[in-house]
């Protein structure tokens, strides 16, 4: 549908160009491109190939198909999924740390995600589908799981089988089966014991296999952007593999805070109430601007594979424009470094707008209201920044081949630079600089190009845009989208080591309203009715009575509002002023009373406790270990308060000198 943009294939509609023209006994890209199959839409509608006419007629038909595709997908998502726009990986750390986004992971949104991530990716927007893939595999996952009682009922259980669907997300996406494993572990996974790990690996491979009979690339590899380089790297590239890392970072830096202020400033203007408009806005500004540059307007990913590849002796790309040696006699793999070419200079200019129109773009078009990832934008300026250095360095070691730099390893005549090696250097360091993953991204990488050789120039490329990212803010950009939506994350690489106890953070505070409890044997069924329908609150603690304060258990809110419910439809007698009753035994009742409710059975007996002297480091602890959503303080078994994760949250941005009452909660 990518390719529908620029024309059809006349033998078989469905087919993009590639695929048209794999029957033709092309021998070169040009003879390629003028196989009789493919039809621009110039030559169907007027019937001109070449000229004015025919260049206005395709720019007009690539914008109108990228509205009409762009247009299809948000009204989908709008209409009948509103969860399945953005990337998904923000909130499937969320679920997996223990929140619960009801609705998110269901029928609706698997249907219409899968649906508009197509559309989405076809309208030439600057998105991937790598991380909506993700969010796709784990809505598998979880409508999955409620086919077996042991995972449906129990949501421990439940989110390991989501943890496994993340790395199979991942193998299928990028045909990275390690490298998804080591994707849920290190950026996806709050928990992940030793038996997620295989189930996760079993996951990854199960994928990867289908993967690969499906054959989507059609070149019988599993692998999308499969390089094969002939030259080795050397150890005088380390220095522009690192400046490769320090300009990763700093996009990374710059497009965390580019893009969370444009997400901030549209959930608060009335811009934000118009997602029809915002995306239509950005994608005719996308395909106006993309259409006179041929490297905006390829598809990402085959950009990405043009910036990868290696010039070969058959390759008529601009990239490839060297002027020859004319003493050469034969045709080999191994071509030796050479003059760059009107071509190659031409596409340095070329590829100059295209990286500053990738990452203006990027920054607007990620969290829009379709689905949109962002490791394919992310790994294409990369790339297109390291093909240009790339090319610099070549050109260099070439006419400067008696520099002390290049005399050991670039003689004349010499295979020396490989400029598609720096384009996946860089690829990886752009990506690295927005996420801030590390050992995940090296295996993605060298799993996604074949280039296992070529590892440690990545791992330094990776680890220096970390390092660089870091130094102007420790979040990557699912962690801050996160923080910008609101959503309950304690993140486990943060650190807490403020000596504060527990009854500074516990509630109720000095100036709050009593904290809402049931007495065990005390209240009516509208008393707890009312209770339930006044507050918003997840549970409420069980005392023994007011006056000794004596903690007895916690009752879930939804557990009570079944609990009342199923009574009233069951039982004879039980109406608004039955005596509810946690305690073991009924207590004595006049003769007159209504029939008691008795709801032990859903009282959690042993809710999690703390003491009112217990240090904040250790609570903080204890949330992220267990994933609690709240913990009671007691001081010799009398009840003083409860605190929950919000709370825990607020309290570290004040010790972090932040507003504590900027910390939103959705």
Known sequence: MTDLKEGIC???????????????????????????????????????????????????????????FAFLAVSLVKVFAPYACGSGIPEIKTILSGF??????????????????????????????EGPLVHVACCCGNIFSYLFPKYSTNEAKKREVLSAASAAGVSVAFGAPIGGVLFSLEEVSYYFPLKTLWRSFFAALVAAFVLRSINPFGNSRLVLFYVEYHTPWYLFELFPFILLGVFGGLWGAFFIRANIAWCRRRKS????????LEVIIVAAITAVIAFPNPYTRLNTSELIKELFTDCGPLESSSLCDYRNDMNASKIVDDIPDRPAGLGVYSAIWQLCLALIFKIIMTVFTFGIKVPSGLFIPSMAIGAIAGRIVGIAVEQLAYYHHDWFIFKEWCEVGADCITPGLYAMVGAAACLGGVTRMTVSLVVIVFELTGGLEYIVPLMAAVMTSKWVGDAFGREGIYEAHIRLNGYPFLDAKEEFTHTTLAADVMRPRRNDPPLAVLTQDNMTVDDIENMINETSY????????KESQRLV????????????????????????????????????????SPRPLKLRSILDMSPFTVTDHTPMEIVVDIFRKLGLRQCLVTHNGRLLGIITKKDILRHMAQTANQDPASVMFN
């Open 269 to 276: 203007t009335k811009f934000g109430k118009y997602p029809v």
């Open 10 to 68: 006349l033998s078989a509609l469905w087919y993009n160009h590639e695929q048209c023209c794999w029957g033709s006994d092309e021998t070169t890209f040009e003879e390629r491109d003028k196989c009789p199959q493919w039809k621009t839409w110039a030559e169907l509608i007027i019937g001109q190939a070449e000229g004015p006419g025919s260049y206005i007629m395709n720019y007009i038909l690539y914008i109108f198909w990228a509205l009409s």
């Open 538 to 545: 997840n549970g409420f603690p069980v005392i023994m009575s």
């Open 100 to 129: 619960i986004i009801r609705g998110y992971l269901g029928k609706w949104t698997l249907m219409i995600k899968t649906i508009t991530l197509v559309l989405a990716v076809a309208s030439g927007l600057s998105l991937g589908k």
């Open 553 to 592: 258990g916690f009752a879930l809110r939804r557990d009570l509002t079944i609990a009342i419910e199923s009574a009233r439809k069951k039982q004879e007698g039980i109406v608004g002023s039955s005596r509810v009753c946690f305690a073991q035994h009924t207590p004595s009742l006049p003769a007159e």
